[in-house]
């Protein structure tokens, strides 16, 4: 990544928040929630990967992410 690029458009996620909530955002809520958001796919990721090996596919599946997304969801949920 070059030097001076964002890592993630603060105002898009600021504006999504807006949108959904009604509520503004205080300064750095938007690095939190985008941090989360990297956790939460970090591991989406890493129990779909387990429930494929277990499943026995060779590679990750659309299939074996649908399954663990509720469990994961339900996880991160606060």
């Known amino acids: 990544m ?4 964002k890592a993630y458009p603060k105002a898009t996620v600021k504006k999504i928040v807006k949108a959904q ?6 300064k750095n809520a938007d ?3 985008f941090l989360n958001y990297v956790l ?3 591991t989406l990721v890493k129990e779909a990967a387990i ?8 590679g ?6 649908k399954k ?9 949920k606060g």
């Open 21 to 26: 909530s009604g509520l503004n955002l205080k």
């Open 31 to 33: 690095v939190t929630i």
């Open 51 to 58: 429930y494929s090996k277990q499943a026995g596919d060779r």
């Open 40 to 42: 939460f796919m970090e």
């Open 60 to 65: 990750l599946t659309a299939r074996s992410v």
């Open 2 to 5: 070059a030097l001076g690029k």
């Open 68 to 76: 663990v997304t509720r469990d994961t969801l339900a996880k991160f």
